[in-house]
């Protein structure tokens, strides 16, 4: 990592499928080794990284058909929990310090999601993953992202996206989509793009946190963002 960090602290959003890599399993091990090895690159220069890991490589919430949503969002926690574990068993094997704190309680398994805890573990220089969302339904991933990003006072929030940024269209669709390298989170809301939950939007505007929207399938993104090169799309405030 050559380049001095732009960032101190930051919160990296990781969805469940990212660690699923398109493959078959849950888990691409040897895709998840090299998002870790990124991960410290930055950590080896003293950035302090969060993160937030999704759930939908195991569970999703409207896979449940008619459950009671309540019943079917929490599923959706432990999945977020399950996943939290399997990337700190990779930051260990990789002889990086990191803990788990989940915003629901489970003795034996987990720490408790306490903000000054979390805040004194980023400061030792451990990895913080946060699991089981916010700990209540209804509120996706996306929004424990920013929720927790305000909470620990991070710099800037980094989601790892399977699209390389924002465009004004759907590139899958339309062959005139432009990536924007810059957007505010009114123009997410008022077009209604779906690259944020539109709750997680807003929570941000409201508290001027900046995001980088990136593609993830060169890991390698992680550190070129850290380093505050021209990637994918910030939100701005």
């Not at 000054?116 to 969302?133: D, K, N, Q």
């Not at 997410?188 to 946190?209: C, P, Y």
Request: charged residues 25%; proline residues 3%.
């Amino acid at each position: 990592m050559g380049n001095s960090p732009k960032y101190k602290r930051i919160l990296l959003k990781l969805s469940g499928e990212a660690l699923a890599n398109g493959k078959s399993g849950l888990y691409d091990y040897d895709f998840i080794d090299t998002v870790v090895s990124e991960v410290k690159q930055c950590l080896d220069v003293g950035v302090q990284i969060a993160i937030v890991v999704g759930g939908g490589n195991i569970w999703r919430g409207r896979q449940g058909g008619g459950m009671d949503r309540v019943r079917a969002d929490r599923m959706g926690m432990l999945a977020t929990v399950m996943n939290s574990i399997a990337l700190q068993d990779a930051f260990v094997s990789a002889g990086v310090d990191a803990r788990v704190l989940t915003a629901v309680e489970i003795k034996g398994v987990a720490e408790p999601m306490v903000r000054e805890e979390a805040i004194r573990h980023l400061e030792s220089g451990r990895v913080v993953i946060f699991g089981a969302g916010t700990g209540s339904p209804y509120f996706t991933t996306d929004t424990t992202a920013i929720l927790r990003a305000a909470e620990i006072k991070a710099d800037i929030a980094f989601f790892a996206k399977n699209i390389d940024g924002v465009y004004t269209a759907d590139p899958k669709v339309d062959p005139n989509a432009k990536k924007l390298d810059e957007i505010s989170y009114s123009g997410i809301l008022s077009q209604r793009l779906g690259v944020m939950d539109l709750t997680a939007a807003s929570f941000g505007m409201e508290n001027k946190l900046p995001v980088l929207l990136f593609g993830l399938a060169d890991p390698e993104n992680i550190v070129r963002g850290v380093n505050g090169e021209k990637i994918g799309t910030v939100v701005t405030c």
